[in-house]
Each structure stands twice: as C-alpha cells, then as structure tokens.
C-alpha cells in the first residue's frame, strides 16, 4: 500500500519533469526562429503551469510524510522527490530567462557553441529521467561527467562572444545576448546534476554530491 503511494509521487514528479522537457524544447525553438508567440506560451502558460504542479507536488509530499511517517528508503526517496520537484521549478525559470531574451537578439545561428550546450542540456535532461524511471545510478554517474561539456563550451563562448564586441552597437547586443542564453544554459545543466545526485541518494542512499565521480566504485 505504502509502495504504491510513493509510486503515485513519482508520477507526479515525471509530469512535471515532462513539462520542463517542453520548456526547454520550445525555448530553443523560439530562439532560433524568433518566434515571439513560442516564447510569450513559455513565458506565461508553461511558467504557470509548472509552478502550479510544483506547488501542489510539494503540498502532496509534505502530505505523505505527515500522513504515513515514512521510514529507511521510502523517507529517503520522499525527501529526494521534494528537492528535484523545486530544482524543475528552478530550471523552468532560467527558460523563461532565455525566452525573454529574443526580443534583445537578431540571430545567434553563428555560435556553434551555444547550439552544443543546448544539444547537451536537453540531453543531460532527457536521459536524468529516463534513469530515474529505471532505477540507473550508475547510468545517473555518467550523466553528471557530462556537466563538464557544457562549462567548457560556456568557456569557449565566452572567447568568442569577446573577439566579437569590437564597438558595433547591434553586434555588441547580440554577443551579450548570446552568452548570456549559455550562462542559463549552464546553470540548467548544473541544476540537471543536481537532481542527478538527488536520485542517487534516492537509489542507492549515497550522498555523492562534491565527490569524485571518476573513482566511484561499481
């Protein structure tokens, strides 16, 4: 009966989680084709639903702890489900971020490394819940090493978005608009490992966030 009841919270959590996977998907659409009507449904319809599901997921977890008084793993993936569920909410507002930015840019097609951190975010994100829904911590490991893909093409970025500001007006702002989309993208990326550390500990009871993850055990 217990079983069930933390079964139906992760439920709700993947529903939220596959709004956010919409955030992210939409935003980029947005952004490479301009498209103001895209942006504004991410910046209004999508932002409100998803802090309307945050708040009712975390109203049910509280819930649950003082109903049931969970204990040993049920607790433990309660408590993990309580911080990925404010994490989504986190992510969803760094789209709403990007999506506000359109208006300030003309095209960022040109740089090669924003569309890499965006190809990585989405990916980090996608596979995060796919181990989740398997039970994957090692699989949720490797996820985490990839966060380090996307710090080096924020780097990468910000080189060129510097040889870029020459006292062009119009270059100028897209440049800065340009990396500033990267620095939300690597935030979303940090937040992703984040929640990967979070189900870790859910799976496996393992606290593992600061820790080497190149020499973690099998």
Do not use: W
Request: aromatic content about 6%.
């Amino acid at each position: 009966m217990l079983r069930e009841k933390v079964e139906k919270l992760k439920t709700n959590l993947l529903k939220l989680a596959s709004i956010v996977e919409k955030m992210m998907n939409d935003t980029e659409t947005a952004v490479y084709n301009r498209d103001h009507a895209l942006a504004n449904n991410v910046i209004t319809n999508l932002e409100q639903l998803v802090n309307r599901l945050e708040i009712e997921n975390e109203t049910t977890f509280i819930e649950f702890l003082a109903l049931f008084q969970p204990e040993a793993v049920d607790l433990r993936t309660v408590i993990s489900l309580l911080k990925i569920n404010n994490t989504l909410e986190r992510i969803a507002d760094h789209c709403v971020n990007i999506a506000q930015r359109i208006s300030m840019m003309t095209s960022i097609k040109n740089f090669s490394n924003l569309k890499t951190m965006f190809d990585m975010t989405h990916k980090m994100f996608r596979e995060t819940f796919d181990a989740f829904i398997k039970n994957d911590a090692q699989r949720l490991v490797k996820i985490i090493e990839q966060d380090k893909i996307v710090d080096e093409q924020l780097s990468n970025l910000t080189d060129e978005v510097i040889k870029l500001i020459d006292g062009c007006h119009s270059i100028s702002n897209n440049a800065i608009s340009a990396l500033l989309v990267g620095r939300d993208l690597e935030r979303i990326a940090d937040l992703t490992t984040n929640i990967c550390e979070d189900m870790i500990y859910m799976i496996e009871g393992e606290i593992v966030k600061h820790r080497d993850f190149l020499h973690m055990t099998p």
